[in-house]
């Protein structure tokens, strides 16, 4: 059984649980659930972008823990304020620290900032989860979801207003997935199976087939201003950063320094 294979599996569990403690109409009566979402393909695409999108990450399976010491109210704002095009949160507990609690408090500091709830979704319930904690933009990972499944979830978050980032790391994956209701693609340059890569190999591979018309973003291994520029010359438009600036004890400091060098 591969990592993704474990997180899945658990990921199924907490979903069945949480069902049972709050309903999806619930869910669709609470505050945030009304609120008009912030385009991250629009801030990707915008004049002038960074095209960064800053992610709070506290460990991974990889790394253990990266930075579990700051705030998430303390990082996001440095991130927006030191010009990030996006945000992303993980929600993910077991493996990556996360929490729904993480993702209201990085909405309340950073209204206008499109925000990604960065985690494992695999039903339509975890969709109205995203809208009602605030989130703009759901992730799909195309090597947990069958075609079928991505066809849904990504029908079901246009239907609720939500922009659809779909994750892949191989053409094989492109090619099966999808496509109809994906706003942006993004090549994950670490293997989800393995977490063994440490390049950007795998965007720069895929730039000439993802279709045109989808905004295209890089996401891991990118550490250095001289990959973004090698990137930005292969078509991309975003990058999924995190443990780059979590590691600094000033995470919005970092990447306001990472975006002077680009």
Known sequence: MTILDKIVARKAIEVAEAKAR???EALSKETLFSRKTNSLKAALLADGSSG???????????????NDQLSVAFVTQGYAAAGAAGLSVLTDADFFGGAKEDLLQAREANLS???????FMIDTYQLYEAKAWGADVILLIA??????????????????????????????????????????????????????ENNVNASLGLTDKI??????ISES????????????????????????????????AKLADFIAEI
Request: a negative charge; proline letters at 5%; glycine letters at 8%.
């Open 22 to 24: 709050i309903s999806i």
């Open 52 to 66: 960064i999108i800053a992610e709070h990450k506290r460990k991974s399976p990889s790394k253990g823990i990266i």
């Open 221 to 252: 291994c990118i550490s250095q201003p001289d990959t973004i520029r090698l990137l930005r010359s292969a078509g991309f438009k975003g990058f999924l950063i995190g443990e780059t600036f979590m590691k600094d004890e000033n995470p919005g």
């Open 143 to 196: 090597a947990c979801l069958s075609p079928e499944q991505i066809q849904l979830l990504s029908a079901t978050a246009h239907e609720l207003g939500l922009e659809v980032l779909l994750e892949i790391h191989d053409e094989e994956e492109l090619n099966r997935s999808p496509l109809g209701n994906v706003d942006i693609i993004g090549v994950n340059n670490r293997n989800l199976k393995n977490f063994a």
């Open 211 to 216: 279709p045109d018309g989808i905004v295209k």
């Open 113 to 119: 900032t499109s925000i990604l709830r960065k985690d």
